[in-house]
C-alpha cells in the first residue's frame, strides 16, 4: 500500500483556525450524543405511548398505533430526515416555513424530530411485545379490583414491561446513537461528519475514519456497560436474566 | 397546500428514477442479500465451531460491525476497497472500483454481521439430539451440517432473514452519502435539477413505503404458512 501514514494529524490545527482536528471530532462527538439523547427522550415517551394504544381493547386506538408504526418503520430513515428537512417548510403555511428554514442549528432539531419518531416506531413495538408477554391474568386481576384501564397500565402492566424489555430497549439506544449518523446528510456535524470533514481537508482518510470508529466503539461499550447494571438492578425476580444477589459479605 | 404540487415532474422522470434508480436499488439489495446469507452463515458456523481461532475473529468482526454506522463503514469501504484491490491484484495504483462494485462490497460485508446473528440464532434452535443422532448415524460434520442443521436453520429463519432484506432495502438509500444513483440518488437529482424537492422526496417516500409495507405483509403471511407445527 502506497498510503502515506501520518497519526499526528489530530494535534495539527484544522481548517476553522482554533481547533485541533482532535477537537473537532470531540466535538461532533458532543453532537452525536446529544443528538442521541434528546431523540431518544422522544422516542421513549411516544414509543411506549403509541405501544400501549397498540395492546388497548379499543378498536380505533390500536389501528392507530399499528398506522404509526408502519408509516415511520417503512420508509428509510434518511427519506424521513428529507421530508423534515426540505420537505416540511415547503408545506406548511408561508410564515411558519420560513421560520422553520431561518431557524438556527436547524439541521440538529430537524435530526432530533427525525431520528426520535423513527426510533418511537421501534421503541412501539419492544413496549408492545412486552405488555404481551405478560400473563393475561395480570389484566385481569388489575380490572377485577376495579383499576380503571389508565391506572392498569401505570401500576400493573408498565411497571413489568419496562422491566422486562430493558435489554432489546438498550439495543434500540444503542440504534439510535449510531443512526444519529444519518443526520450528516443534512448538514448536522455530528462525529461521522467530521470525519469526513477530517478527511476531505487534510487527505488523512484511514486516520480520520480509524479515530471516529474507535469513538464509537467506547461509546458502545460504556452505554453497553451502563446498561448492564441498570438490567441487574431493576430485572424481576424470577425470570431468565435475574441473578440473585450474592449471599454472604 | 398543495396547489402547486406537480405531478408532471415525477411522471417525466419516471423511466429514469425505475429503470436507473430502482433497478441499482433492487439489484443491489438482491445481491449483498445472496452474498451477506453465504458469508454470514460461515461467519456463525465459526462463531459456533468452538474453536478460538474461528470464534474469536468472527466474533469480532461481527462486533465491530455492529457497533458503528452504516454510513461510517460505507465511507470506510468506499476509500478502503481501492486499496485492497491494489493489494490483491499487486498493480502499482489503487485499483479503480466501479461505484455498484464498490456498494455490494460494502451492502455484503456490513449485512453479513447481522444474517451471522440470525443463522446463529437459527443453528443454535436445532436440537442437540439431531447433531448427536447424525454422528451416532456415523456423518461427518461437513455432512450433518449441510443435510441436517443447515436446511432446518435456513427454513425456521426465512421470515427472519427477509425481514433483514427489507431493512437491507432500506438501508440501500444510504449510498446517497457517496453520491451514487440509487432510487433515492436519482430522485434527489432530480429534485435538485429542476428545484422540485417536495415532489420528489414525497414521492420517493411514498414509493419506499409501498415497497417496504408489501413485502413485510407478504412475510408475515409466508410465516404463517410455513410455521413448522410441533
Known amino acids: 500500500m502506497n498510503y502515506h501514514w501520518n497519526w499526528s494529524i489530530f494535534w495539527e490545527l484544522s481548517p476553522d ?228 444477589p450474592a449471599a454472604g459479605h | 397546500m398543495f396547489s402547486n404540487f406537480d405531478f408532471d415532474v415525477i411522471w417525466r422522470s419516471l423511466p429514469y428514477l425505475f429503470y436507473q434508480g430502482m433497478t441499482f436499488t433492487v439489484m443491489l439489495t438482491a445481491l449483498a442479500t445472496a452474498g451477506g446469507i453465504v458469508i454470514g452463515t460461515l461467519l456463525a458456523l465459526m462463531r459456533l465451531s468452538g474453536v478460538p481461532v474461528l470464534t474469536l475473529p468472527a466474533a469480532a468482526y461481527v462486533n465491530l460491525m455492529r457497533s458503528v454506522p452504516f454510513v461510517l463503514m460505507i465511507f470506510w469501504f468506499y476509500f478502503l476497497v481501492p486499496y485492497i484491490g491494489q493489494w490483491i491484484t499487486r498493480s502499482a495504483q489503487p485499483l479503480q472500483v466501479g461505484a455498484f462494485a464498490s456498494c455490494l462490497i460494502t451492502f455484503t460485508l456490513f449485512e453479513a454481521a447481522f444474517f451471522c446473528e440470525i443463522m446463529r440464532a437459527g443453528i443454535q434452535s436445532i436440537p442437540r439430539g439431531q447433531m448427536a443422532a447424525a454422528q451416532a448415524l456415523g456423518m461427518t460434520y461437513p455432512t450433518t451440517m449441510g443435510y441436517i442443521v443447515l436446511p432446518q436453520a435456513f427454513r ?29 440518488g436519482a430522485a434527489s437529482k432530480v429534485a435538485e435539477r429542476d428545484g422540485r424537492l417536495v415532489e420528489m422526496y414525497t414521492f420517493a417516500a411514498c414509493v419506499y413505503f409501498v415497497i417496504s409495507f408489501a413485502a413485510s405483509r407478504a412475510v408475515a403471511h409466508l410465516q404463517r404458512r410455513i410455521a413448522i407445527i410441533r
Not at chain 1, 421501534?122 to 389508565?150: D, F, T, Y
Not at chain 1, 439506544?173 to 449510531?178: F, G, P, Q, V
Request: hydrophobic letters at 55%.
Open chain 1, 17 to 244: 483556525g482554533v481547533h485541533t482536528y482532535f477537537q473537532t471530532l470531540m466535538l461532533g462527538t458532543a453532537w452525536t450524543l446529544i443528538t442521541a439523547a434528546c431523540a431518544w427522550i422522544i422516542a421513549f415517551a411516544l414509543g411506549s405511548i403509541v405501544g400501549v394504544l397498540r395492546t388497548t381493547p379499543l378498536a380505533a386506538a390500536v389501528w392507530l398505533g399499528d398506522a404509526y408504526v408502519e408509516v415511520f418503520r417503512n420508509v428509510p430513515l434518511l427519506v424521513q430526515m428529507f421530508l423534515w428537512y426540505f420537505v416540511l417548510p415547503e408545506i406548511v403555511p408561508g410564515a411558519f416555513g420560513i421560520w422553520l428554514k431561518q431557524l438556527p442549528n436547524g439541521s440538529f432539531y430537524t435530526a432530533v424530530v427525525a431520528l426520535g419518531l423513527y426510533m418511537s416506531a421501534r421503541v412501539a413495538e419492544q413496549v408492545r411485545a412486552g405488555i404481551l408477554s405478560l400473563p393475561r391474568g395480570q389484566r385481569q386481576a388489575a380490572m377485577a379490583l376495579g383499576l380503571r384501564l389508565p391506572q392498569v397500565y401505570a401500576y400493573v402492566l408498565l411497571p413489568m414491561t419496562y422491566r422486562i424489555i430493558m435489554p432489546p430497549l438498550t439495543s434500540e439506544l444503542l440504534n439510535t446513537i449510531k443512526n444519529s449518523a444519518v443526520a450528516l446528510t443534512i448538514g448536522l456535524m455530528e462525529l461521522t461528519a467530521r470525519a469526513r470533514a477530517m478527511q476531505e481537508f487534510s487527505f488523512q482518510v484511514f486516520e480520520a475514519f480509524t479515530a471516529a470508529t474507535i469513538i464509537y466503539i467506547v461509546i458502545n461499550i460504556a452505554v453497553t456497560f451502563a446498561m448492564r447494571m441498570l438490567e441487574r438492578r431493576i430485572a424481576v425476580p424470577g425470570y431468565l436474566g435475574f441473578k440473585a
Open chain 2, 156 to 184: 425456521n429463519m426465512v421470515p427472519v432473514l427477509l425481514t433483514q432484506t427489507i431493512i437491507l432495502f432500506q438501508d440501500t438509500s444510504l449510498v446517497y452519502v457517496i453520491a451514487v444513483t440509487d432510487f433515492l
